[in-house]
């Protein structure tokens, strides 16, 4: 195995394709940030929300106790 | 094997595994797609006829069998859902939606980027194109018919039907090279027509492509098991365990 270009300078002109092939590289690469970025902010959302309905669920209860009381 | 196969159904003990697999996988990923990519596109020889246009091989192949690959296990977690009744099988074809989804746009776009230099043009309306479009079309339907109910029983059933009955694109996808002439190539028989300096960091590139799906579909099935089960007390002692460290 040896390396294919000569230069950085000939590895990010990829032989007069860089366009294309830098291109394609950052519409692999975006997109599945994309998806990473779009889960881990559902996750939070999700527990964030599932701590506020416990939470109204807790000041429900102690409402009924107060009066019941 | 079935003992195993039960707890998979047991939404505490499926989210905790899921858990385990994120980190192990997502590692390996990570991991192998930065080798196989700096190999790919830093170290194999460029091609003979394509120049260094063909690196894009690294980027469109195990995106483009992914696309695929998604589906079928889709149509599985669909099966089993429809035939078992189960909520965790609907559940995993929701999470795997949204991820093959993006691996088709991959496909179809690296391949755009790839057509232009090599065939002169973005965009054919040919065979093996247009097939793989439809497939990026019926991932969008499954993910709307999916959140268009509010009941989980019933978007399974729906987006799960839905997913069954587009497996017959599948076959399409894959003959339409052989069936109809079209601009894209044939499939190459990897084993034995690739130069092996060019094939391992593609195989790399593959297993680690898959090892992505398989991280990124447990992280979104994590996400729905919580929004399922946010009134069970599991997720409840989760959240307070996770406040306090």
Known sequence: MSIAFASWHDFFAMGGYAFFVWLA??????????LVLHTLIQRRAILRSVVRSHAREARMRAAREKEKA | MWKTAHQLAN???????????????????MLGLTAGWIWGFGFAPADSLQGDSYR??????????????????????????????????????AAMAPVGAVFTFIALVTGCAWGKPMWGTWWVWD??????????????GAIALWSAFDDLRLAGRAAGILVLIGVVNL????????????????????????DPSMRTPLRLTIVSNLLLFMTLALMRM???????????????????????R
């Not at chain 2, 690959?69 to 099988?89: R, T």
């Not at chain 2, 065979?127 to 969008?140: C, G, I, Q, S």
């Not at chain 2, 994590?222 to 409840?236: G, Q, Y």
């Open chain 1, 25 to 34: 590289l950052a519409l692999t690469i975006i997109p599945l940030l994309g």
């Open chain 2, 11 to 29: 939404p505490a003990r499926l989210y905790q595994l899921c858990g385990v697999g994120v980190l192990w996988l997502g590692g390996a990923s």
């Open chain 2, 56 to 93: 894009i091989i690294y980027l469109h192949v195990p995106a483009a069998m992914l696309s695929m690959g998604i589906y079928a296990s889709m149509a599985l977690a669909a099966f089993i859902g429809l035939v078992w009744q189960s909520n965790m099988a609907n559940l995993a074809l």
């Open chain 2, 127 to 140: 065979a093996r194109l247009t097939a793989e479009l439809v497939l990026l079309f019926l991932y969008l």
């Open chain 2, 171 to 194: 076959p399409i996808i894959h003959y339409s090279v052989e069936w109809w002439s079209t601009l894209h190539q044939g499939s190459t028989n990897m084993q034995q027509n690739i």
């Open chain 2, 222 to 244: 994590r996400n729905l098991i919580l929004l399922v089960e946010k009134r069970r007390p599991w997720v409840k002692a989760l959240i307070l365990q996770r406040g306090r």
